[in-house]
């Protein structure tokens, strides 16, 4: 639809969109429940204690947990500069211009109830 140009005039659409966005919410919280669930289903039926589930140190040295935990960070905030580089650039690159000619006849087909394409 978007590439027909019609997406932003089809109102059946745009209500279905509008309505879905908590699904992302949903989606996200489910995946950590699963996730967290299946990472410990001992503990979640108590059949055995976390500390007894534990991994020995021998086997998961901790500076794999800090290489890890480190790596994730450093990931996290390389997006965050990336993400702030491109909004940066966008706002930067300000509003485009608009003929005031477009924007009289625009005027004047809203004025008549006509829709704007």
């Known amino acids: ?37 299946g ?8 059949l055995q204690r976390t500390s007894a589930g534990a991994s020995p140190a021998k086997s998961v040295p901790a500076g794999t947990g800090i290489f890890t935990l480190l790596g994730f960070a450093g990931l996290y905030v390389l997006l965050g500069l990336l993400y702030f580089v491109i909004q940066a650039r966008i ?6 211009e608009v003929e005031p000619a477009a924007i009289a006849s625009g005027a004047a087909r809203a004025r008549r109830g006509e829709r704007l394409r």
């Open 39 to 46: 990472r410990q289903p001992w503990v979640v039926w108590n």
């Open 91 to 96: 706002v930067a690159s300000g509003p485009a």
């Open 1 to 37: 639809m978007l590439r027909k140009g019609r997406l932003f005039t089809a109102r059946p659409m745009l209500w279905t969109l509008m309505l879905a966005f908590p699904f992302t919410y949903i989606a996200n919280l489910a995946g950590w429940t699963v996730a967290e669930t």
